[in-house]
């Protein structure tokens, strides 16, 4: 029998990058190394990533600052999940948003193993945290050139870019694990969730055929909130549960205003 790495690298609906594209040592889910990430390519120190123990306790979700801008959900990819992945995106037309109307800024991922920085990317470009990217710094001369591009050209242009590669090559030698080989095969996932300057929240994934709106929240809700948890975390984690698959290994964290 095949396994899921054999599965998921000989599936035609696979959307992993091809074999021949270059590959990243894969980022470490740990809010000092996506923090230090994000310092480097132009975020204000002001501005870092946060572990959130619990989805659930009230008490230890008050440790995380608030308003929470983005979060990143980490998990193990199993079949399960592919198999609802592709029926999900089934039938659907590919994004191919762009331009200053953009409600939000997707990433397609073509990088191998750079799903961390994809994950961070969207973080960092949608809602208002993007007041807190400092002036002709990398990142926001990334997100100017990616605004009027269509995801093909916009994924061209982070294959492109030397100051991504440079300063993802500088964060994936951090954390608290060995880091692994750019040629290995990780079967661990990012996926982000937003809040748009719409108040809808959103699923960006560089690996789905574009972004997907969960919903819509209320002015004061960010998404840490009740109704976000509940429309992309616990509704992620549920139906992983449903579908036979117990208990999900998963982490996450959330940019929001440093202690510092």
């Not at 990243?24 to 230090?36: A, C, H, K, Q, T």
């Not at 198999?83 to 953009?102: I, L």
């Not at 560089?206 to 929240?217: D, Q, S, V």
Request: proline share 6%; glycine share 6%.
């Amino acid at each position: 029998m095949a396994t899921l790495k054999e599965e998921l690298s000989t599936s035609l609906d696979n959307p992993d990058v091809p074999a021949t594209n270059k590959r990243f040592v894969p980022l470490e889910n740990n809010p000092e190394v996506m923090s230090s990430l994000l310092h480097q390519l132009g975020m204000s120190k002001s501005i870092g990533f946060h572990d959130v123990y619990s989805i659930d306790d009230p008490e230890l979700l008050a440790f995380v600052p608030r308003p929470a801008y983005a979060l990143l959900l980490v998990f193990p990819v199993n079949e399960r999940y592919e198999k609802f992945r592709t029926q999900e995106d089934s039938g659907k037309p590919e994004y191919n948003g762009s331009g200053p109307e953009e409600e939000v800024m997707w990433f397609k991922q073509t990088i191998g193993n750079a799903c961390g920085l994809i994950g961070l990317l969207h973080g960092a470009s949608n809602g208002p945290v993007k007041k807190f990217i400092e002036h002709d710094s990398d990142l926001e001369r990334l997100f100017k050139e990616a605004t009027p591009l269509k995801p093909v050209q916009r994924a061209d242009l982070l294959y492109e870019s030397r100051a991504l590669e440079s300063a993802h090559q500088i964060a994936a030698q951090k954390g608290d694990s060995t880091a692994p080989s750019a040629e290995d095969y990780v079967e661990l996932h990012y996926v982000c969730f937003v809040k748009s300057l719409d108040n809808n929240l959103w699923e960006m994934d560089g690996r789905r055929i574009g972004p997907l709106k969960l919903g819509t929240l209320e002015p004061e809700e960010d998404v840490l909130s009740e109704k976000a948890l509940t429309l992309s975390v616990r509704s992620f984690l549920k139906r992983e549960e449903q579908a036979g698959g117990g208990e999900l290994r998963f982490s996450l964290v959330a940019l929001g205003q440093s202690f510092d």
